[in-house]
């Protein structure tokens, strides 16, 4: 929620007084119902969704036996739900609209607190005090447990008080952590079930069977929803010109993706580039197929990884430590990264530096001639 200008002050109060009117109201209110079923909150985006997909079933044996297990996503990333097993039962938040809508926070609130889960699990390590804790206070489950938060100098203070809301908190390490070692060690403390972290692979049986080309093919994903994270459209045109003649080029993206980066069609008029906007469940069968992924750190990069592609991520140097490059205990061998270390890497994409030509500096500072050798190197490198 913004909290610029009188206007924004005065619906961040309204915001407020809503929800400790709705918070009093749910402590003088009985629930008929007892309280089944398991909630496990997980708000990230498209590319955590895609590395939740792998800790999920760990998280799942909190459940009892038929009991209903309910996975809560922000809306944007329930674009991702293919990847989850079917007895999942899915919900989704739209986390703009409950920043925004008064009516609409009140809907959700209430729908929760009506549900009556009796375990309600916050997975996320970061979490907004007043959107993701306004869901888990919403459903006054008798269980709760949740990672002790991530500093956040802005709502430290508020994040102490919301302590309250959790039955059960876990000292999950420190701020830098691989998130899905992260997420192992909390499932590990919650059942008791001890393990390695687990491979950032899908089980073969859980995916389509690859589709059949009809020409060896690269998959390039040039686009990011954060455009200072996309690198240089000339080392784009540099990677198909190394291809050997054989090859067709796919760019993938949504379709506006091409709206908002015009300058790209320009790729589109060599007769070996085509340009697919698929869903992320339909290009599926096309990533596996694929000979390489070349991918800008997005949540392509992450689901070719998963899908098990031969997968190059071109990173910035925001989320070492944390994300990108994978930690080597999870790590699959048809997962490679580039990125440019830089001495304030793991900023988790709160840059300090002037943007560079348009771009982060990390990431501005990748060298198109080591992308290219890389991208040779991959090519002839025999299938894992």
């Not at 309910?70 to 991702?80: F, S």
């Not at 079917?86 to 809907?107: G, H, Q, S, W």
């Not at 899908?307 to 989320?319: D, E, I, N, R, Y």
Request: hydrophobic letters at 45%; one cysteine or more; proline letters at 8%.
């Amino acid at each position: 929620m913004s909290e610029r200008g009188p206007s924004a002050i005065f619906m961040l109060k309204l915001f407020h007084l809503l929800d400790f009117h709705q918070g009093l109201r749910r402590r003088f209110r009985t629930r008929p119902s007892t309280p089944s079923g398991v909630l496990l909150m997980s708000c990230g985006g498209l590319g955590d969704t895609v590395l939740f997909a792998y800790v999920l079933p760990r998280f799942l044996e909190m459940a009892h036996d038929g009991e209903t297990v309910t996975l809560l996503l922000r809306g944007d990333a329930r674009k991702m739900e293919f990847l989850f097993p079917p007895e999942i039962t899915v919900r989704d938040v739209d986390f703009r609209r409950l920043a925004k809508d008064l009516f609409y926070r009140r809907r959700i609130c209430e729908a929760l607190f009506q549900t009556h889960y009796r375990l309600l699990v916050a997975t996320d390590f970061l979490r907004h005090p007043y959107l993701d804790e306004v869901l888990a206070a919403a459903c006054g489950a008798p269980e709760s447990a949740a990672m002790e938060p991530r500093p956040w100098r802005k709502y430290d203070s508020t994040l102490r008080r919301n302590r309250r809301l959790y039955s059960r908190l876990f000292d999950s390490g420190p701020a830098h952590l691989d998130k899905v070692v992260r997420w192992s060690r909390f499932a590990e403390w919650l059942t008791g079930t001890t393990g390695p972290p687990p491979l950032a692979r899908l089980a073969e049986t859980h995916l389509p069977p690859p589709a059949r080309l009809n020409a060896p093919a690269v998959v390039i994903q040039p686009f990011s929803a954060v455009k200072r994270k996309q690198i240089p459209l000339s080392i784009h045109q540099r990677i198909i010109d190394s291809l050997p003649a054989a090859y067709r080029v796919i760019l993938t993206g949504a379709a506006q993706d091409l709206d908002r980066n015009p300058e790209y069609r320009i790729l589109l008029e060599n007769p070996r580039v085509a340009f697919d906007s698929s869903t992320f469940e339909k290009v599926v069968p096309l990533l596996r197929a694929a000979d390489l992924v070349v991918s800008v750190d997005t949540a392509l990069m992450h689901l070719g990884i998963a899908v098990g592609a031969k997968t190059l991520g071109l990173a910035s140097a925001a989320f070492v430590g944390e994300i990108v490059p994978y930690d080597a205990a999870i790590s699959p061998e048809n997962a490679h990264f580039l990125y440019h270390s830089m001495s304030c890497e793991g900023c988790l994409g709160a840059c300090v530096l002037p943007p560079e030509m348009g771009m982060f500096p990390c990431v501005a500072r990748l060298e198109g001639d080591e992308i290219i050798n890389k991208v040779k190197e991959l090519l002839e490198r025999p299938a894992g």
